[in-house]
């Protein structure tokens, strides 16, 4: 009944969909296994794609050749540029989008994928021979087989939700979870864990009172997610969302649950992410704060359910009703669901390689919240490396990853499997050395061509990837030859607060100064217009960044030149770590287990020092 | 309020500017077995000691040695005993045993002291490498040492000051650093920097959330303090470079002033201080004066002092211009009497106006003739009278005051290294720009990549960075046995 399959995905979320389609893009037969065909792609949590860190992960998806750009830019009911008063590296896209509309354009464009095929099951057991994977059994009594298999669980595996006082076996609110995968990965020597993670109730938009919250607007000109040239919806048809806040009162009745929840009472054992707290976790832990912020987000066009991002809780159902009921404009406010947590099994990442591929079993590939990460841009970022390497596992190529320098999906990764995480993983700037390197402007520019290499980005991108970059240097030399008269300038100068030019300038020079931008520049002096010739205002941007952050971008290149020392310092794979009495007993067999593969790679596993480092260097060295 | 998350800064990476050839089984840096090396310089004394350091420095030692079981004794404990080659007594020695990891380099250690004849530290050394002893490469020691977790690497470096120590100024700082004054110093500074990254990190990451955070001017003069701790240890280099290396100061002035008395009255009163270092250095034993613990080199410009004064007259000028360009600090000697104020002046004015560390003596005073000699001279000169012995502490007192005058306590964490000298210069400017940056309201991404480099160039200094070359350069330092 079943062809024998390249690849294997099962799971349909975020990760799952981006594993499908890359494997299937790139050539492979692929096989997407979900427990229900209408559920694939659901914004479990938030309505919303992008933001701080995870805005450039979705470019760089897209840069790659996944579809999380394309699908969020068709799906978006609002579009931000966060952070835009600070330096390019911060400024990222953000997208409210409509959920239903979001998990159909992701099946359609699936659909339309040829060589993935669509299996409505529960796989709840691997058929693993001599340390390599061969398939999965369904729980209809199928066993299935291909080359790779990628599992993207989710929060599936044993979850159990709990509100108040009650708790229920589930992946998602009205969905069952899935049992027998993490016994049987157990039982061939895996480590697991448990992990929680919450979300808020939804709420009926009827019911507000919108006039005591802030408005909160989209921006006036939509950038979106996607380097392709997409039909996004025009700035004036956004939806905007809506600031309101707790009060000490509402955390007082918040308060009076706090003997009914599980956290408290210990019932739910897995760690909880710091920085997405549940609303009873901010009243405790910021005591002295007597307001927290909450964003009222609208969950499509033709909805009125409204998601209240930062009310996250598994308090009993009537105290998160009495607690929100004492918010400026909820007071009347009727409850669609109640929010929840969850908890599930993941897997310690640190049990993974450079491609996701398990130690353990070969051709078996993780992907998502099974590896201890939360957020839809983690997952999918995840997926797509995943796919592209379960694919080419298949294919018998080589593995493809990505550095710290390159991609913040380089980042997560390298983090993940060299540090582990003992709570959900988020990504955020910080993480990244090199942060004015991974914009989310240049992420085509960045990654393109390999995505087009290993035959995942198509033509149009790359070609369009080469256009741009060609544009964006003819503009700099151009902007380089050009001369300023003090006259043709002066005066715009002045009316930027800008001190006047005494004698003739090129404006490259101009530029660097601040407040002073190139369209603007083009605007006051007509013949530096026409000499620049560019309508493309992308290619102006990416020109003016280079030239203005030039210095920044530099002294980090310098840093990475340190960095890439140590990476080019391989450790033979039977290096003896025994041998290493200096070290620290944890650090040994920290090495031992993850076996880096450079010495930059030790450097970054947690609980190896940089001393352990320098004894590792003294006894490779020579 | 603090957001009380983890701190998230990147990882701490480490760097290295050149690639390594691996090597599976490296030879030299094995420490599986155990090293020998004499531990006192060549040359005849009193004592020569000879070091074991590895798993078998007991049992080799024992296998040579008669007196009580070494094998059964205990750690920290001296016996005396002959050391035979077979029967026949080599040495009367005491046996110091050390064992692991309380010890130096946190193996065993035996210490052998024999007397201090060369033969016999070499037929001990001899004896030691025929029970299976290995003899121990330049800083050998030090490098198991650090191997072990005994040390870090500012702290491997100041083993290597301290050897070399000259004054009891150097042997302070060494003695300092050694300690991990630097490193302490340092990792503070870093604490710091790292503390207030991960607050604009914060605002960064969180900047949709309504969360507070340190105020700014507080940010400020954390970055003015870091500023103002790394000059001032930028500027103890140039005192830490006098105080390993001495300060070398030129007496120059026209023949007949007297220099060479005066060379010979410093020297002199210093005689029984400097034969006692004459003994333990090797290129500067003769024109060395140590003042309040600091070494200073006296460049002889007379040279040939005792000599005809003619040859003076010919070749003084070309001699002494060639030494006061190599100067810390210049002594212009001149002769009250004869000499011609407007001259004196003239040349303190050339002193001036080259920059120049300069102490103006005027020589062949009398008690009496002191406040005619102000009238002609003026305050700011130094009235002596070398062949009388007469205000030579005052020129000594001088001479250290020019030494410490940047205000830098010798007591104080010196930087004693060109590395991190070098290494600090990188901080520093970081350090500007992370002001600039702020000067300049730039946003907070452009300011913390700037204290990350900050970072980067501190933790160059105490190894949370390093380069195969660092590793290289520091162990290559020592000589034998150290």
Same mark, same amino acid.
């Given at each position: 009944?079943?062809?024998?399959?390249?690849?294997?995905?099962?799971?349909?979320?975020?990760?799952?969909?981006?594993?499908?389609?890359?494997?299937?893009?790139?050539?492979?037969?692929?096989?997407?296994?979900?427990?229900?065909?209408?559920?694939?792609?659901?914004?479990?949590?938030?309505?919303?794609?992008?933001?701080?860190?995870?805005?450039?992960?979705?470019?760089?998806?897209?840069?790659?050749?996944?579809?999380?750009?394309?699908?969020? !830019?068709?799906?978006?009911?609002?579009?931000?540029?966060?952070?835009?008063?600070?330096?390019?590296?911060?400024?990222?896209?953000?997208?409210? $989008?409509?959920?239903?509309?979001?998990?159909?354009?992701?099946?359609?464009?699936?659909?339309?994928?040829?060589?993935?095929?669509?299996?409505?099951?529960?796989?709840?057991?691997?058929?693993?021979?001599?340390?390599?994977?061969?398939?999965?059994?369904?729980?209809?009594?199928?066993?299935?087989?291909?080359?790779?298999?990628?599992?993207?669980?989710?929060?599936?595996?044993?979850?159990?939700?709990?509100?108040?006082?009650?708790?229920?076996?589930?992946?998602?609110?009205?969905?069952?979870?899935?049992?027998?995968?993490?016994?049987?990965?157990?039982?061939?020597?895996?480590?697991?864990?448990?992990?929680?993670?919450?979300?808020?109730?939804?709420?009926?938009?009827?019911?507000?009172?919108?006039?005591?919250?802030?408005?909160?607007?989209?921006?006036?000109?939509?950038?979106?997610?996607?380097?392709?040239?997409?039909?996004?919806?025009?700035?004036?048809?956004?939806?905007?969302?809506?600031?309101?806040?707790?009060?000490?009162?509402?955390?007082?009745?918040?308060?009076?649950?706090?003997?009914?929840?599980?956290?408290?009472?210990?019932?739910?054992?897995?760690?909880?992410?710091?920085?997405?707290?549940?609303?009873?976790?901010?009243?405790?832990?910021?005591?002295?704060?007597?307001?927290?912020?909450?964003?009222?987000?609208?969950?499509?066009?033709?909805?009125?359910?409204?998601?209240?991002?930062?009310?996250?809780?598994?308090?009993?159902?009537?105290?998160?009703?009495?607690?929100?009921?004492?918010?400026?404009?909820? /007071?009347?406010?009727?409850?669609?669901?109640?929010?929840?947590?969850?908890?599930? !099994?993941?897997?310690?990442?640190?049990?993974?390689?450079?491609?996701?591929?398990?130690?353990?079993?070969?051709?078996?590939?993780?992907?998502?919240?099974?590896?201890?990460?939360?957020?839809?841009?983690?997952?999918?970022?995840?997926?797509?490396?995943?796919?592209?390497?379960?694919?080419?596992?298949?294919?018998?190529?080589?593995?493809?990853?990505?550095?710290?320098?390159?991609?913040?999906?380089?980042?997560?990764?390298?983090?993940?499997?060299?540090?582990?995480?003992?709570?959900?993983?988020?990504?955020?700037?910080?993480?990244?050395?090199?942060?004015?390197?991974?914009?989310?402007? $240049?992420?085509?520019?960045?990654?393109?061509?390999?995505?087009?290499?290993?035959?995942?980005?198509?033509?149009?991108?790359?070609?369009?990837?080469?256009?741009?970059?060609?544009?964006?240097?003819?503009?700099?030399?151009?902007?380089?030859?050009?001369?300023?008269?003090?006259?043709?300038? $002066?005066?715009?100068?002045?009316?930027?607060?800008?001190?006047?030019?005494?004698?003739?300038?090129?404006?490259?020079?101009?530029?660097?100064?601040?407040?002073?931008?190139?369209?603007?520049?083009?605007?006051?002096?007509?013949?530096?217009?026409?000499?620049?010739?560019?309508?493309?205002?992308?290619?102006?941007?990416?020109?003016?960044?280079?030239?203005?952050? !030039?210095?920044?971008?530099?002294?980090?290149?310098?840093?990475?030149?340190?960095?890439?020392?140590?990476?080019?310092?391989?450790?033979? /794979?039977?290096?003896?770590?025994?041998?290493?009495?200096?070290?620290?007993?944890?650090?040994?067999?920290?090495?031992?287990?993850?076996?880096?593969?450079?010495?930059?790679?030790?450097?970054?596993?947690?609980?190896?020092?940089?001393? !352990?480092?320098?004894?590792?260097?003294?006894?490779?060295?020579? | 309020?603090?957001?009380?998350?983890?701190?998230?800064?990147?990882?701490?990476?480490?760097?290295?500017?050149?690639?390594?050839?691996?090597?599976?089984?490296?030879?030299?840096?094995?420490?599986?077995?155990?090293?020998?090396?004499?531990?006192?310089?060549?040359?005849?004394?009193?004592?020569?000691?000879?070091?074991?350091?590895?798993?078998?420095?007991?049992?080799?030692?024992?296998?040579?040695?008669?007196?009580?079981?070494?094998?059964?004794?205990?750690?920290?404990?001296?016996?005396?005993?002959?050391?035979?080659?077979?029967?026949?007594?080599?040495?009367?020695?005491?046996?110091?045993?050390?064992?692991?990891?309380?010890?130096?380099?946190?193996?065993?250690?035996?210490?052998?002291?024999?007397?201090?004849?060369?033969?016999?530290?070499?037929?001990?050394?001899?004896?030691?490498?025929?029970?299976?002893?290995?003899?121990?490469?330049?800083?050998?020691?030090?490098?198991?040492?650090?191997?072990?977790?005994?040390?870090?690497?500012?702290?491997?470096?100041?083993?290597?000051?301290?050897?070399?120590?000259?004054?009891?100024?150097?042997?302070?700082?060494?003695?300092?650093?050694?300690?991990?004054?630097?490193?302490?110093?340092?990792?503070?500074?870093?604490?710091?920097?790292?503390?207030?990254?991960?607050?604009?990190?914060?605002?960064?990451?969180?900047?949709?959330?309504?969360?507070?955070?340190?105020?700014?001017?507080?940010?400020?003069?954390?970055?003015?303090?870091?500023?103002?701790?790394?000059?001032?240890?930028?500027?103890?280099?140039?005192?830490?470079?006098?105080?390993?290396?001495?300060?070398?100061?030129?007496?120059?002035?026209?023949?007949?002033?007297?220099?060479?008395?005066?060379?010979?009255?410093?020297?002199?009163?210093?005689?029984?201080?400097?034969?006692?270092?004459?003994?333990?250095?090797?290129?500067?034993?003769?024109?060395?004066?140590?003042?309040?613990?600091?070494?200073?080199?006296?460049?002889?410009?007379?040279?040939?002092?005792?000599?005809?004064?003619?040859?003076?007259?010919?070749?003084?000028?070309?001699?002494?211009?060639?030494?006061?360009?190599?100067?810390?600090?210049?002594?212009?000697?001149?002769?009250?009497?004869?000499?011609?104020?407007?001259?004196?002046?003239?040349?303190?004015?050339?002193?001036?106006?080259?920059?120049?560390?300069?102490?103006?003596?005027?020589?062949?005073?009398?008690?009496?003739?002191?406040?005619?000699?102000?009238?002609?001279?003026?305050?700011?000169?130094?009235?002596?009278?070398?062949?009388?012995?007469?205000?030579?502490?005052?020129?000594?007192?001088?001479?250290?005051?020019?030494?410490?005058?940047?205000?830098?306590?010798?007591?104080?964490?010196?930087?004693?290294?060109?590395?991190?000298?070098?290494?600090?210069?990188?901080?520093?400017?970081?350090?500007?720009?992370?002001?600039?940056?702020?000067?300049?309201?730039?946003?907070?991404?452009?300011?913390?990549?700037?204290?990350?480099?900050?970072?980067?160039?501190?933790?160059?200094?105490?190894?949370?960075?390093?380069?195969?070359?660092?590793?290289?350069?520091?162990?290559?330092?020592?000589?034998?046995?150290?």
């Amino acid at each position: 009944m079943f062809l024998k399959y390249d690849v294997i995905v099962v799971g349909a979320g975020h990760a799952g969909c981006e594993a499908a389609a890359a494997a299937a893009n790139m050539g492979s037969k692929v096989l997407l296994i979900t427990m229900n065909m209408q559920t694939i792609a659901q914004m479990s949590c938030n309505p919303a794609m992008g933001g701080i860190a995870k805005g450039q992960i979705v470019r760089e998806i897209d840069a790659l050749g996944g579809y999380s750009g394309i699908v969020s !830019d068709k799906s978006m009911i609002q579009f931000r540029m966060l952070n835009k008063s600070k330096g390019p590296g911060m400024w990222s896209p953000r997208t409210q $989008n409509d959920r239903v509309l979001f998990a159909n354009t992701w099946r359609e464009m699936l659909e339309q994928t040829p060589n993935i095929d669509f299996w409505q099951d529960t796989v709840n057991g691997l058929i693993v021979s001599r340390g390599t994977i061969e398939g999965v059994v369904t729980g209809m009594g199928h066993s299935i087989y291909a080359k790779s298999v990628v599992l993207t669980n989710g929060t599936f595996l044993n979850g159990v939700i709990h509100i108040g006082e009650k708790q229920f076996g589930g992946g998602r609110m009205g969905e069952k979870g899935a049992t027998g995968i993490t016994e049987q990965l157990v039982s061939l020597g895996f480590d697991s864990a448990r992990l929680k993670t919450g979300t808020p109730p939804r709420i009926d938009g009827r019911s507000l009172d919108y006039t005591k919250m802030e408005v909160q607007e989209g921006d006036e000109e939509i950038v979106g997610f996607s380097y392709l040239p997409i039909e996004r919806i025009k700035p004036k048809q956004q939806r905007c969302c809506w600031i309101t806040y707790t009060s000490q009162e509402v955390h007082d009745i918040l308060k009076t649950g706090f003997e009914k929840s599980p956290m408290y009472q210990g019932r739910i054992k897995g760690s909880g992410p710091r920085y997405c707290p549940s609303i009873e976790d901010k009243v405790t832990r910021f005591a002295e704060k007597d307001r927290h912020q909450l964003f009222v987000e609208p969950e499509g066009w033709n909805t009125v359910e409204i998601y209240v991002n930062g009310f996250s809780t598994s308090l009993p159902e009537e105290v998160q009703y009495k607690a929100l009921s004492s918010v400026p404009g909820f /007071e009347k406010c009727k409850f669609f669901r109640p929010g929840y947590a969850i908890e599930y !099994d993941y897997f310690p990442p640190t049990q993974l390689t450079y491609t996701l591929e398990t130690k353990l079993v070969n051709n078996l590939f993780f992907a998502g919240q099974i590896n201890g990460t939360t957020g839809y841009e983690e997952a999918a970022c995840q997926g797509l490396m995943a796919g592209i390497n379960a694919h080419r596992k298949a294919k018998d190529l080589e593995p493809v990853s990505l550095g710290r320098n390159e991609a913040y999906i380089g980042v997560l990764i390298d983090d993940l499997i060299n540090k582990g995480t003992d709570e959900p993983y988020r990504m955020f700037t910080s993480r990244a050395e090199f942060r004015t390197l991974l914009r989310q402007d $240049n992420a085509d520019l960045r990654l393109t061509e390999l995505g087009h290499s290993i035959g995942l980005a198509s033509d149009e991108r790359l070609a369009l990837m080469l256009a741009k970059r060609g544009k964006v240097e003819n503009l700099k030399n151009k902007l380089a030859a050009f001369s300023v008269e003090p006259a043709q300038v $002066n005066e715009f100068l002045q009316e930027n607060n800008s001190s006047a030019l005494v004698e003739r300038t090129r404006a490259i020079k101009l530029l660097l100064r601040p407040g002073i931008g190139i369209k603007e520049m083009a605007t006051a002096i007509p013949a530096l217009a026409v000499e620049m010739d560019e309508p493309d205002m992308l290619v102006v941007e990416q020109a003016e960044i280079q030239v203005k952050y !030039d210095v920044y971008i530099e002294k980090e290149k310098e840093l990475v030149k340190k960095m890439e020392g140590l990476e080019s310092l391989m450790i033979p /794979e039977t290096f003896n770590y025994e041998k290493l009495h200096a070290i620290s007993t944890e650090a040994r067999q920290k090495l031992a287990k993850i076996k880096p593969r450079t010495l930059g790679q030790a450097s970054r596993i947690s609980g190896v020092n940089p001393s !352990d480092v320098q004894i590792l260097m003294v006894y490779m060295g020579r | 309020m603090p957001f009380p998350g983890p701190i998230l800064l990147f990882p701490a990476y480490t760097d290295a500017c050149l690639h390594l050839q691996l090597v599976q089984s490296p030879d030299m840096y094995t420490i599986n077995d155990t090293i020998v090396a004499p531990a006192t310089p060549p040359g005849e004394g009193a004592l020569g000691i000879i070091r074991l350091s590895g798993t078998d420095a007991v049992d080799i030692v024992a296998g040579i040695f008669s007196g009580k079981p070494l094998k059964e004794q205990k750690s920290h404990t001296a016996h005396f005993g002959k050391i035979k080659d077979g029967t026949r007594v080599i040495d009367e020695v005491v046996v110091t045993l050390f064992c692991a990891p309380h010890s130096y380099t946190g193996e065993n250690i035996v210490e052998i002291s024999c007397h201090g004849s060369q033969y016999v530290l070499q037929q001990v050394t001899s004896l030691c490498l025929s029970r299976g002893a290995r003899l121990a490469k330049p800083g050998e020691f030090t490098l198991r040492a650090f191997l072990k977790g005994k040390m870090d690497l500012a702290q491997a470096e100041a083993v290597a000051d301290l050897i070399a120590s000259h004054s009891g100024a150097a042997h302070r700082a060494a003695i300092n650093n050694l300690r991990g004054g630097f490193s302490a110093r340092l990792k503070a500074m870093r604490e710091e920097l790292i503390k207030f990254s991960a607050l604009i990190e914060l605002e960064l990451d969180f900047s949709e959330e309504d969360v507070t955070f340190a105020d700014r001017p507080q940010l400020y003069s954390l970055v003015a303090d870091l500023t103002d701790t790394t000059t001032a240890l930028l500027q103890s280099f140039k005192l830490g470079n006098i105080v390993k290396n001495g300060v070398s100061v030129a007496i120059i002035g026209k023949p007949n002033t007297g220099k060479s008395t005066l060379l010979n009255t410093l020297l002199d009163e210093e005689r029984a201080i400097v034969s006692d270092i004459a003994g333990t250095t090797r290129d500067t034993i003769e024109e060395t004066l140590n003042i309040d613990g600091i070494l200073f080199r006296l460049i002889d410009t007379a040279g040939i002092r005792d000599h005809s004064i003619d040859i003076i007259e010919n070749i003084g000028m070309e001699r002494s211009k060639t030494a006061m360009e190599q100067a810390d600090i210049v002594v212009y000697l001149f002769d009250v009497m004869t000499s011609d104020p407007q001259q004196v002046s003239q040349q303190k004015a050339t002193f001036e106006a080259n920059g120049m560390q300069y102490i103006m003596a005027g020589n062949k005073v009398d008690a009496a003739g002191i406040l005619q000699a102000k009238q002609k001279f003026g305050d700011d000169v130094v009235y002596i009278s070398a062949k009388n012995k007469d205000n030579i502490h005052k020129l000594k007192d001088l001479l250290y005051q020019k030494v410490i005058a940047g205000g830098v306590n010798p007591e104080d964490t010196l930087v004693t290294n060109a590395r991190h000298y070098g290494a600090l210069q990188d901080v520093l400017a970081s350090l500007q720009d992370v002001k600039a940056g702020m000067d300049n309201n730039l946003p907070g991404d452009l300011v913390t990549l700037d204290i990350r480099r900050s970072l980067h160039y501190l933790g160059d200094i105490t190894g949370e960075v390093t380069t195969e070359d660092k590793l290289d350069y520091i162990f290559s330092k020592f000589c034998i046995g150290k």
